[in-house]
């Protein structure tokens, strides 16, 4: 959380040399941080974008133009979504995603243990950890709930380095 994964979906789609009708950008139903039609960074970044609640709800959203779909926080799509990726990029669209690959227990978070298989480019993200300053990779929650999904910002989330995750989760694994 917090390392700019939002920002840099926005950026490469805002970059990207298709034109608006040839990219569609989209986001789980789930996701309601935010504007609920649009893709939002912490940093306040913003692009429109579908809600679906299921991988399959895509494909009625791609018309013959498409070339480019932007996927934001894809690890909370469930497992189909790599089938509906790889079916895409084997119908010639390129497939951007962002998501966490791991939770807050560092355990693989949904597809995207899979999904990273199948990349072309993987782009790893770090934050500054909110306890030292230092390099952060891990996301530690503020809460009892140990459901592996749990939407929330920085009321419930810190970015935090490997030793202040462990000293947070020191009892809670």
Known sequence: MFS????????LYNYSECITSEKIA???????????HHIHSHTGLQLPGHRISKPEELYPLISSEVKEVFIDEIQFLGSNITGVVLDLTLQGIRVVAAGLDKDF?????????????????????TAKCQVCGKTADKTYRNSDSDSQILIGHADIYEARCETHWNEGMNGRL
């Open 105 to 125: 227990k560092d355990l693989d978070f949904g597809p995207m243990p899979e999904l990273k298989k199948w990349a072309n480019n993987h782009i790893k993200l």
């Open 26 to 36: 989209v986001k789980p139903l789930m996701d309601n941080r935010y504007v609920a």
């Open 4 to 11: 700019g994964k939002t920002t840099r979906l926005i950026e």
